[in-house]
């Protein structure tokens, strides 16, 4: 896992007893109106998957050439990205605590390519950032889409949880 806990941290807050989100700010751009938006995602999330428990995860608002060297670093590829998610219990040895059994991990958002992908895609980079912490905050949940059933389970549930808190349209 990759953390910078040292620098930039931007807020922690909890959903009502439920997901705790840790938000650090690695660029120079004000990350603060995103906030009530991830709070809103999470309790969503929540509820449709009926999660138990009090659930954790960092988000990490980065830029591209700090995601480009944690993509190269971690994953072996080397390019920027969009979002990278390290999932807490990918590698599950059945002796972890219940606090580390409730830590999902850290997202990685890299705001260039949300600012990109908004434009490519036709929407407000408000819903592209709410997409992206949706995504990889399904994938700390252990949602993938490495075949043609994983991505249409997880794309489905990413538009169920998303489209009633932030239109495609964006606002």
Excluded: W
Aim: aromatic share 12%; proline share 2%.
């Amino acid at each position: 896992m990759y953390r910078d806990e040292t620098r930039y941290f931007l807020s922690q807050f909890q959903y009502n007893e439920g997901m705790e989100i840790t938000v650090y700010n690695r660029t120079n751009q004000d990350m603060s109106e995103y906030l009530p938006l991830f709070e809103r995602i999470a309790g969503r999330a929540e509820e449709m998957l009926e999660l138990s428990g009090s659930q954790c995860i960092s988000v990490t608002f980065v830029r591209s050439r700090t995601i480009h060297t944690i993509n190269r670093d971690y994953r072996g590829i080397d390019r920027p990205t969009d979002v990278i998610s390290f999932a807490a219990n990918d590698e599950s040895t059945g002796m972890e605590s219940e606090e580390e059994l409730n830590d999902l991990g850290d997202l990685f958002i890299n705001i260039d390519y949300a600012k990109k992908q908004a434009r490519e895609y036709g929407h407000s980079l408000r819903r592209e950032t709410a997409f992206l912490f949706t995504h990889g905050l399904l994938h700390c949940l252990g949602y993938d889409h490495m075949n043609e059933f994983q991505e249409k389970e997880m794309f489905a549930l990413q538009k169920s949880i998303l489209d009633p808190i932030v239109e495609r349209s964006g606002e």
